[in-house]
C-alpha cells in the first residue's frame, strides 16, 4: 500500500481481515452543510473509521488573510493523529464519498506530518460496498496514542509571499472548476478570477465515472502537457483542500510529488493588491 497513494475496496477489505494495524479516516464533507459530513458518518460508515472533520481537524484556524482551510499548526496536528490512534509504521486509509478531495487532503496532511503508509480509498464509499463491504453505525473504540513524533514539512508547501516572487518560474494549476478560473462567478471567496499565469485542471477531471481515478497512463497523458518543461509544479485551489486532488492523481500516475500552495485562492484573493486574471 505505501507505494500508491491509492487502495482499492478489495484490498482494504483483504487488509482488515489480515488483522494488519490499521486506522480509517472517513472525511466526507459538505462545504455548504459542515455537519453534513459527520451526520452521514454516524448513519453509516466502514466498520473502524472514525470521523475527521474538515474544518475541525484537518485545518487550522482561518484569520482572513491565510484562506479558509490553512494548514494546522504541526503540533495541533500531530496530537490530532495520536488520539485517532496513528504511530509511525500503522497504515491509514482515507476515504469519503464526494470523489476523493477531503480523502486527498487528510492523506496530504499525513505525509506532510512524514507519514509514508497512507493510502486514499479509491473510489471512496461506493467502491467498498461495490466490494461487498457493509457499512455501520457502531462507533469503534480508539488507543490514542502520544502526538505523532515526526515535525510537520516534510512535503513541499509554498507561501503566498514566495509564489507572489517567483509564480513567473513557477507552473501553477487550478483545481477549482473552470467557470471559477475563468472569473465567470465566485460563490465563496474575495474576488472572482485566478492566479495570473495559473493553469486550469478541474480536480474531477480525474475521476472515472464511477468515482475512482483514471489510470496512471491516462493520468500522465493528461498532465504531461500541462507540467512540460516546468521545474516546479504548484497544486492550488479554492482553500488548499481539492488542489490535494491533483497532487495525489500526479503521484499516481508516477509524475512525483508536487508543491502545494495552502492558502490557495482564498487566501491569494483575500489582498486586493494581488493581481488578478480573468478569462481563459
Known amino acids: 500500500m505505501q507505494d500508491s497513494p491509492l487502495i482499492s475496496g478489495s484490498e482494504l477489505a483483504a487488509l482488515q481481515r489480515s488483522g ?3 486506522v480509517l479516516l472517513d472525511c466526507g464533507f459538505d462545504l455548504a452543510d459542515p455537519l453534513a459530513g459527520e451526520r452521514a458518518w454516524a448513519a453509516g460508515h466502514i466498520p473502524g473509521a472514525a470521523y475527521a472533520h474538515l474544518d475541525r481537524d484537518l485545518a487550522g484556524r482561518p484569520n482572513g488573510r491565510n484562506g479558509r482551510h490553512p494548514l494546522p ?23 469519503d464519498a464526494q470523489g476523493s478531495p477531503y480523502a486527498a487532503r487528510a492523506w496530504w496532511l499525513l505525509r506532510w506530518l512524514g507519514h509514508d503508509a497512507a493510502a ?3 473510489g471512496g464509499v461506493a467502491a467498498w460496498r461495490a466490494a461487498g463491504g457493509a457499512l455501520t453505525t457502531e462507533v469503534a473504540a480508539v488507543a490514542a496514542r502520544p502526538p505523532y513524533p515526526a515535525p510537520a514539512g516534510a512535503l513541499p508547501a ?29 460563490p465563496l471567496d474575495a474576488a472572482a478570477g485566478h492566479i495570473p499565469g495559473a493553469v486550469s485542471r478541474f480536480f474531477k477531471l480525474n475521476l472515472e465515472p464511477d ?5 496512471a497512463a491516462t493520468l500522465r497523458a493528461e498532465f504531461e502537457p500541462l507540467v512540460a518543461g516546468a521545474t516546479t509544479v504548484v497544486q492550488q485551489c479554492g482553500s488548499g483542500v481539492t488542489a490535494c486532488h491533483n ?24 489582498d486586493p493588491s494581488r493581481p488578478v486574471a480573468r478569462g481563459d
Request: aromatic share 10%; net charge neutral.
Open 158 to 186: 509554498i507561501t503566498v509571499d514566495a509564489l507572489l516572487e517567483r509564480r513567473a518560474d513557477l507552473r501553477i494549476l487550478d483545481a477549482r472548476a473552470a467557470e471559477r478560473y475563468r472569473g465567470d462567478t465566485e
Open 211 to 215: 468515482g475512482r481515478f483514471k489510470p
Open 247 to 270: 497532487l495525489l492523481a500526479m503521484v499516481h500516475a508516477g509524475l512525483g510529488m508536487t508543491t502545494l500552495y495552502p492558502g490557495s485562492w482564498s487566501e491569494w484573493s483575500s
Open 120 to 122: 486514499v480509498l479509491d
Open 73 to 95: 499548526e504541526p503540533a495541533d496536528w500531530a496530537a490530532r493523529v495520536g488520539r485517532w490512534g496513528i504511530a509511525p509504521g500503522v497504515r491509514v486509509v482515507t476515504y
Open 20 to 22: 494488519t494495524p490499521l
